[in-house]
């Protein structure tokens, strides 16, 4: 079946400019995740939804970054007023639930670089 | 909070040698452990999974390793293939839904 899927690819963007980065997660899973990987790093988490809800923001690095899901499925994450240290590429996951079943699976990704 | 130290970092291995790759996790409440292997330009794949409750799972040339008491998980890769080579990420899940990722190890298996 269908994996996840993340669009762009690839983003390029001028400093302080707005950027939207979607996911759309397996078809059925209910847990969504963000995470973070910077060049040569492991990765960073960032948010986690359970359904539309967002439990944990934790992990989101200020209050430039935000992120919303709709209808339990597609996820949108927002950075405003991009900052050069935002370049890396956003991973995003789902799962089942993030209960009893903990396998989660990554979409490709999207690479943002902010010039 | 969790923390996951993984080494070494990179690793060069002849085809047909073993791999192993080591982890440490730091809180003892954490009961899943994956492993996730990352190609050039992709996302991280699933490749295998540990429960607190198991000490070692096989799936044919890949096996972990748990060992509860010390804290430890590893990856075992035998017979390594070219196509092996890539980023190896190991992966801590405590009590929450949160996985926290080892920094990585870059394998490359030498035709």
């Known amino acids: 079946g269908a994996g996840v899927s993340q669009s762009p690819s690839n983003k390029v963007t001028e400093k302080g400019k707005d950027v939207e980065l979607r996911c759309d997660p397996i078809s059925g899973h209910t847990a969504l995740y963000w995470y973070r990987q910077s060049l040569g790093q492991g990765l960073e988490f960032l948010i986690y939804f359970q359904g539309n809800s967002a439990p944990d923001k934790s992990g989101l690095p200020s209050d430039r970054f935000s992120a919303e899901r709709t209808g339990g499925s597609v996820s949108t994450l927002t950075i405003q007023r991009t900052q050069q240290e935002d370049s890396a590429v956003y991973l995003c996951?789902?799962?089942?639930?993030?209960?009893?079943?903990?396998?989660?699976?990554f979409g490709p990704g999207t690479r943002l670089t902010v010039t | 909070g969790e923390n996951v130290e993984q080494h070494p970092s990179t690793l060069s291995v002849q085809e047909g040698d073993s791999a192993v790759i080591k982890c440490t996790y730091s809180d003892s409440a954490s009961n899943y452990f994956p492993w996730y292997k990352q190609e050039l330009g992709k996302g991280p794949q699933l490749i295998i999974d540990i429960r607190s409750n198991v000490g070692e799972k096989k799936d044919q040339r890949i096996a972990v390793t748990l060992n509860k008491t010390a804290k430890h998980f590893s990856l075992h890769i035998t017979e390594t293939q070219p196509e092996d080579s890539a980023v190896y990420f190991c992966a801590a899940k405590d009590s929450s839904y949160k996985l926290i990722f080892g920094s990585g190890t870059r394998l490359l298996v030498r035709p």
């Open positions: 996951a789902s799962s089942q639930t993030s209960g009893s079943s903990y396998e989660q699976y």
